[in-house]
């Protein structure tokens, strides 16, 4: 268990729609990225916020958007869903041991668009 | 932009044998750190090793072992005595300190028995 909570786990939605990802970094982290993973585009970085801020951007489509609140929560809303949206969610939350940052990754948000 | 190519989509080995994944990057920097995560069928990534590049020795964690080889920017992953539970797709990752993860494809693992 890395100490990351993505909920849901699984999501089933229709084209068009509009869903929420949520996800709980490890306690003392202030640095969350979202990941996308679908078979076609591999692992690819979205998005990172750092205590409340952007940080970066990566391939991330004008659909989606993220914010992390005060709580150091992160949610990934994605909206007008297509079916190539469908992939695997990853949050993941950072803590720098020995000097060097290094991620840890929740279990991940299945995303199905029908 | 930093790239990561590994390039063996699929390997298999012997339960107890030793096998070694290969994984290469580019980049200009030179201040980084290289990953190995794994991800079993339960999709779950899970952090093999890291190894922090102004670092001449080479990781070692347990059975994992790397080979980093800075000037040939190559970073393989070798497994001793592999076990079943080792079967999983094995991802390369680079990253410049507090910023993305850069994934290669990954090699996908088979431990037969």
């Known amino acids: 268990d890395s100490g990351v909570t993505q909920t849901p786990k699984h999501l089933i939605t229709a084209t068009g729609q509009r869903v929420t990802l949520r996800c709980s970094p490890r306690?003392?982290?202030?640095?969350v990225y979202w990941y996308q993973q679908s078979l076609d585009q591999g692992l690819q970085f979205l998005i990172q916020y750092y205590n409340g801020e952007e940080r970066a951007k990566g391939n991330i489509l004008e659909r989606f958007s993220a914010q992390q609140f005060p709580d150091l929560h992160s949610e990934l809303n994605l909206s007008s869903l297509e079916l190539g949206d469908s992939a695997l969610y990853f949050c993941?939350?950072?803590?720098?041991?020995?000097?060097?940052?290094?991620?840890?990754f929740g279990p991940g948000t299945r995303l199905l668009v029908l | 932009a930093q790239t990561v190519t590994q390039s063996q989509p699929e390997m298999s080995v012997q339960e107890a044998e030793t096998v070694t994944l290969s994984c290469t990057y580019d980049?200009?920097?030179?201040?980084?750190?290289l990953f190995w995560y794994k991800q079993p069928p339960s999709r779950q990534m899970i952090l093999v090793i890291r190894q922090e590049a102004y670092k001449q020795q080479n990781a070692t964690e347990n059975r994992f072992s790397v080979n980093f080889q800075k000037a040939a920017k190559s970073f393989s992953l070798k497994i001793s005595d592999s076990q079943l539970g080792d079967t999983a797709m094995y991802f390369c990752a680079f990253e410049t300190s507090g910023s993305r993860l850069t994934f290669g494809e990954g090699t996908q693992l088979t431990v037969n028995p």
């Open positions: 993941a939350s950072s803590v720098r041991d020995r000097g060097q940052e290094t991620q840890y």
């Open positions: 980049t200009s920097e030179n201040n980084y750190y």
């Open positions: 306690s003392g982290d202030l640095s």
